[in-house]
């Protein structure tokens, strides 16, 4: 809308073969790893993606209304996406939901409540104005979302150093998945079950050090720590695509691995990073109750130096993921904690420090001269 001037939704109509490249099938591939996640984190539960549903001769008000019913007959939870203010369907699901007053959550379980769709309305209508639209333009395109005052509580939005880190990486990696340039399954092929100084670690320890010799209190270098752990979070995607699926997440090195077999060889590029991450989020929640916050948070302020807490964690695992050999399960769950072990160092420099700028769009071209992949 703001690059073609245009501030109605005929844009649809007008512009159908670009709407549909652009928006639609996009969004139809968020919401499909979005529910992916919710369902491996929910595994007996059933988990609706309204987004299947297409009928060809539908008006918007019938989706609505058959929606609405659905949500008034069968759903107890509501999950919404990172991005949901900005859908006026999305604002219409979080009302209901708040009328009917039953509870509504983000991806990762935490509570939807009035402060936080206070605050997502606030950041809406600050993009949309910045784009040069108009209130009355927003007003028209946006619906409120009135909240009976009565239903909800006002506990603050926890985690947000979770949900923010999580959201960088969701970015940069659903924009990688876009350039044909990473091909992330010929590097693995090439790294190889055991290689510990193949070619994954030669990317991954690049930006681990750029980051430290930068510094963490800086944006740069919180940008790079961030393309690290997204860079760590490729690998261990296209590892389970190569080698196997991972073991279950949430239990200690020592204890009997139960393999997941979420692993289908159709899966698509979104769908193996939700897996991913949902993965990650469910290793997080177990290392939570064994190390507080602010246990790793002491260890960051200590550096990234080779004798540091964070360094040292970070080369055991790699060390025995590849001692195992990724082609085994328990070599998988090495490298899982890895991930996970990077992703812990991310979150504990976003609370320190705040979250880096968001992921930057160069093209592949740019990246390729500046020998960044």
Not at 329 to 352: E, Q
Request: glycine share 6%.
């Amino acid at each position: 809308m703001s690059n073609l001037g245009i501030r109605d939704r005929s844009i649809r109509n007008r512009f159908r073969d670009r709407w549909i490249r652009e928006v639609k099938e996009p969004n139809e591939a968020d919401a499909r790893a979005y529910t992916l996640m919710v369902q491996v984190q929910s595994p007996n539960r059933l988990v609706l993606n309204p987004a299947e549903l297409q009928v060809s001769d539908w008006s918007q008000k019938q989706y609505n209304d058959m929606w609405d019913a659905v949500l008034a007959e069968f759903c107890d939870k509501l999950v919404v996406s990172p991005y949901w203010a900005f859908s006026s369907g999305g604002r219409m699901e979080v009302q209901r939901m708040f009328l009917l007053n039953r509870r509504v959550e983000d991806l990762f379980g935490n509570p939807v409540t009035k402060v936080v769709v206070e605050e997502a309305d606030r950041k809406v209508h600050e993009q949309l104005a910045d784009m040069g639209f108009s209130s009355e333009e927003i007003q028209g395109l946006l619906p409120p979302v009135k909240i009976p005052a009565a239903t909800v509580g006002v506990t603050r939005f926890e985690d947000h150093d979770f949900n923010d880190t999580i959201k960088w990486i969701l970015e940069e990696r659903q924009w990688q998945n876009r350039v044909q340039s990473f091909d992330d399954r010929l590097r693995t092929d090439r790294h190889g079950a055991k290689d510990e100084n193949g070619e994954w670690r030669v990317m991954l320890d690049k930006y681990f050090e750029q980051a430290r010799q930068t510094g963490v209190e800086t944006d740069e270098g919180r940008t790079k720590l961030l393309v690290f752990v997204t860079l760590a979070v490729a690998m261990m995607e296209q590892v389970g695509v190569a080698f196997g699926p991972f073991p279950e997440p949430g239990v200690s090195s020592g204890e009997a691995i139960t393999v997941s077999q979420l692993n289908a060889p159709d899966m698509t590029a979104e769908q193996r990073l939700a897996l991913a991450l949902a993965w990650i989020a469910r290793e997080e929640r177990y290392v939570r109750s064994r190390f507080s916050e602010g246990h790793d948070d002491e260890n960051t302020k200590e550096g990234l130096g080779n004798n540091s807490w964070w360094y040292r964690q970070l080369r055991l695992y790699w060390h025995k993921a590849h001692q195992q050999g990724l082609d085994t399960p328990l070599g998988r769950r090495y490298l899982g904690k890895y991930v996970s072990t990077a992703f812990g160092l991310a979150m504990s420099v976003v609370r320190l420090y705040g979250s880096p700028p968001k992921p930057t769009r160069k093209t592949a071209e740019e990246l390729l001269s500046r020998g960044l992949f």
